[in-house]
């Protein structure tokens, strides 16, 4: 079936260092792409979202790629801080209002 | 502040004794969703409102049930919890006309002994 899934269930970074946070599709047909942080205890909490009629779209900190020739998307993190700590998920939807999750990757910020 | 309002946030309830859940919003969006996430695993969508229409997912089971009385509430009945069913049940609630940002509660943690 059709998914979303991510290449690595964790990582560890150093604090300060930049993170990037991979995720793979399968489903050629979406066109819209949330990522989300979950914190220990809370719900996920929006972050960024990119369409896919753009390869690039930047907010605070964060910057979401999205390669649609090779159906892949990343979320780049700038300088990580102890405050990024949290799972990430990424999501897609094809002009629909349910959207498919990823299985989430676990950051660790190392002080 | 809060646009998605959970109750309560922890809930124990015994093997078999019926419990029900609920989630308001301030944000008048005209879709909710209740999702079953266990463990750090993605969220499980379970069904959803449109408006007054319910969409259930075709492996939810029917031991759980959801009412929608107005636009700012939604309830999720667990018949008869099982050990299986402790998790974390969150609602999500969109405005599907605008795009398809879907905005999450704080959850409710579930516990059954």
């Known amino acids: 079936g059709e998914s979303v899934g991510l290449h690595l269930p964790t990582l560890s970074v150093q604090e300060g260092d930049n993170s990037i946070i991979n995720c793979a599709y399968s489903?050629?047909?979406?066109?819209?792409f949330i990522w989300y942080k979950q914190e220990s205890g809370k719900g996920p909490q929006f972050i960024i979202d990119?369409?896919?009629?753009?390869d690039k779209r930047q907010g605070q900190r964060v910057t979401v790629l999205l390669n649609k020739t090779v159906k892949h998307l990343s979320l780049q993190i700038a300088a990580t801080q102890p405050g990024d700590s949290a799972v990430y998920f990424c999501?897609?939807?094809?002009?629909?209002?349910?959207?498919?999750f990823g299985a989430g990757t676990t950051v660790t910020v190392r002080a | 502040d809060a646009m998605v309002i959970q109750n309560p946030r922890y809930q124990v309830t015994q093997f078999g004794k019926p419990v029900t859940l609920s989630c308001s919003q301030t944000?008048?969006?005209?879709?909710m969703y209740w999702y079953q996430q266990k463990s750090s695993q993605a969220p499980k969508l379970l069904f959803h409102?449109?408006?007054?229409?319910?969409?259930n997912e075709a492996d939810t089971p029917d031991n759980f049930q959801s009412r929608r009385p107005n636009t700012s509430f939604c309830f999720l009945d667990i018949r008869s919890p099982g050990l299986g069913d402790a998790a974390m049940y969150l609602c999500?609630?969109?405005?599907?006309?605008?795009?398809?940002?879907?905005?999450f509660g704080p959850g409710t943690r579930l516990t059954v002994t």
């Open positions: 489903n050629s047909a979406s066109d819209y």
């Open positions: 409102y449109y408006d007054k229409d319910f969409n």
């Open positions: 944000l008048n969006h005209n879709v």
């Open positions: 990119i369409r896919s009629n753009m």
């Open positions: 999500a609630t969109s405005d599907v006309d605008r795009d398809y940002e879907q905005y």
């Open positions: 999501a897609e939807t094809h002009n629909d209002y349910k959207l498919s």
